[in-house]
């Protein structure tokens, strides 16, 4: 399975062992941790892997050498005093002459102090374009982890529904989801939860503020967790009260977008197309320059991962994969409306992991 950013394979082996020939190297670096968590299973916050052509390595600092005795699946592992010169004696050691490594997760300092210490006929690839795809497919298990994710959303959502009122404060609300998630079994938070009402329903990214709840506005609340290393992300937009028509248009419009753009999504489909299906409905109305964003993104170990779905996005879309389906409309000076469910593509359509209803609700 491809696609045009690069390899797309359901198997993590597969895919690290086909970039490795297409690419003609002799290794590949991961410093990422979702990346590490993903490949060996190392959930630790220091720790770099080498994967081989026969083998892999896996290496980690004092402090991490017991967590990844029982977490790491590795041919070896070692731990090293110095990270990169550790690294650089087993590249020395394997004779690694071409390396290739995802450059949006290795800093600049980083790479310099890299080919500092290595041997200088060691040459370093940037495979970022054909990376990002590496968990892209959802497993089951993958998948399962998601779900529950998305469950814990709707359970907190449902315990401070009545907590939405007149007069609590935008950051009141964002707390109380804080905790009712992390007493149902959530982590920690998937990003800064966004409370926005009213005029402040305009910000896209309008983090829970003091500012207090008013009858007549509509309020956007975007949140998540993350459940065994995995996320939810959902935004449902209320009203407090009765709103005026155009405020009920918006909110309709957006909707309809949400819903439409769920209706086209399957296996094939391009992510430019998809995103297309929701905004172009959204210019139909009027409202093509208040809708600025990319329709969604992917969810997994990070909250924002591959694939996009912009308007630049022309990779295409496959079963397995979890993306977010979030148009929005954000007016000035009058407010907003987004609507987020995230889903999974299927080879015929896509099924819905979150589960908060999204039509119009009056509080």
Not at 131 to 159: C, G, M, T, V, Y
Not at 255 to 276: F, T
């Amino acid at each position: 399975m491809n696609c045009s950013a690069g390899v797309v394979v359901s198997d993590s082996h597969a895919f690290v062992q086909q970039l490795l020939v297409t690419e003609q190297l002799d290794a590949v670096l991961v410093v990422s941790r979702c990346d590490l968590r993903y490949l060996c299973g190392f959930s630790g916050s220091d720790g770099v892997l080498l994967c081989l052509a026969d083998s892999s390595v896996f290496l980690t600092d004092s402090r991490y050498q017991e967590q990844a005795r029982q977490q790491v699946v590795a041919d070896e592992i070692r731990c090293y005093k110095s990270k990169f010169q550790g690294l650089a004696d087993l590249i020395d050691e394997q004779h690694v002459q071409r390396i290739g490594f995802d450059a949006g997760n290795v800093t600049v300092a980083q790479f310099d102090e890299l080919k500092r210490l290595c041997p200088v006929a060691t040459s370093f690839i940037p495979l970022t374009k054909r990376w990002e795809s590496l968990r892209a497919i959802k497993k089951p298990a993958e998948l399962a982890h998601l779900k529950q994710a998305a469950d814990l959303n709707r359970k907190a959502f449902d315990a401070v529904l009545p907590l939405i009122r007149v007069g609590v404060k935008e950051r009141e609300i964002a707390l109380e989801l804080e905790f009712a998630l992390k007493k149902l079994g959530g982590e920690t938070n998937a990003f800064d939860f966004i409370v926005a009402s009213g005029v402040r329903g305009a910000l896209p990214h309008g983090v829970a503020s003091d500012k207090e709840l008013c009858a007549g506005e509509l309020v956007t609340i975007d949140f998540g967790t993350r459940y065994q290393g995995y996320h939810s992300d959902e935004t449902v937009t209320v009203a407090v009260g009765e709103v005026d028509g155009n405020l009920r248009q918006m909110f309709y419009i957006v909707l309809e977008a949400h819903d439409c753009a769920i209706a086209a999504a399957r296996s094939g489909i391009r992510a430019c197309d998809l995103d297309a299906v929701a905004r172009d409905l959204i210019v139909s109305k009027g409202f093509g320059e208040f809708f600025g964003h990319g329709l969604g993104h992917g969810v997994g170990l990070d909250v924002h991962e591959y694939p996009p779905l912009t308007t630049r996005n022309e990779d295409s879309l496959f079963a397995g994969m979890v993306v977010t389906i979030e148009p929005g409309i954000y007016l000035p000076g009058v407010g907003g409306v987004r609507i987020e469910d995230t889903i999974v593509i299927t080879e015929t359509g896509c099924e819905c992991l979150t589960s908060i209803p999204k039509q119009f609700r009056q509080l």
